[in-house]
């Protein structure tokens, strides 16, 4: 099956340092991978399209400079949350899906298993 | 109108019984329909995709779609304690990019 990983699974900083999240696809190169996030209680939210090789989509009201993304080999995405603040505390997923997939009927997304980000 | 709704429940049945779950969509265009579950602090998990009408079976899990209606729906059959969690609802519409169209989730509590 396709397994996506994430690392660190929680991860506790400072207000105004960043963090680095790093999303893996393991047994399958990943095209496009897609971050989301998640406050309790709330269904996901959609923050940008990481696509490989070429600038991250991001969704509106998201700040690009703030939630930096890179997506430098098809089986490797980053999300960097810039001068991190207590409000940006959250639980953070990343999900993909396989080259070709896109368009076809079968078409799946597979979820790794998040992170936890919490800033004090 | 939200693209994806779903019921927000949450839904309780006893252990044993039929859990139906319901998720409309707005985009008729939309092309592929997928049930994932949601436990509590964890991450989504694919558990079932549907892309044509009808009804497509998993062991106790049956994906149903109707295009013409704008409806999907999953049936959790013999529901175990196990099964508590939220399930989510997601469409990728006809636009390209292949992002998913997210409901809110219906959270489903089965009693012992």
């Known amino acids: 099956g396709a397994v996506v990983s994430q690392h660190p699974s929680w991860v506790i900083c400072k207000s105004g340092t960043s963090v680095k999240i790093e999303c893996r696809s393991l047994?399958?190169?990943?095209?496009?991978m897609f971050w989301y996030r998640q406050f309790p209680k709330q269904s996901l939210m959609l923050m940008a399209t990481s696509n490989e090789g070429s600038k991250a989509t991001y969704e509106q009201g998201v700040e690009k400079d703030k939630f930096l993304i890179n997506h430098a080999s098809l089986t490797l995405s980053t999300l960097t949350v810039t001068s991190a603040h207590p409000e940006d505390s959250s639980f953070y997923i990343c999900?993909?899906?396989?080259?070709?997939?896109?368009?076809?009927?079968?078409?799946?997304?597979?979820f790794g298993p998040g992170t936890r980000l919490t800033v004090t | 109108q939200k693209e994806v709704e779903q019921n927000s429940g949450p839904l309780s049945v006893p252990e044993g019984a039929i859990a139906s779950l319901n998720c409309t969509y707005s985009d008729r265009g939309s092309q592929s329909f997928f049930w994932y579950r949601q436990y509590s602090g964890k991450s989504p998990e694919l558990i079932m995709s549907i892309y044509s009408n009808g009804d497509k079976e998993d062991g106790r899990f049956t994906a149903q779609l109707n295009k013409a209606s704008q409806y999907v729906s999953l049936l959790i059959r013999d529901s175990q304690p196990s099964d508590s969690a939220t399930y989510l609802c997601a469409v990728k519409p006809w636009i390209q990019g292949g992002k998913l169209i997210f409901g809110q989730g219906t959270e489903l509590s089965v009693k012992p």
């Open positions: 047994d399958f190169q990943a095209t496009t």
């Open positions: 999900s993909a899906h396989g080259p070709g997939q896109e368009d076809s009927g079968a078409y799946e997304q597979y």
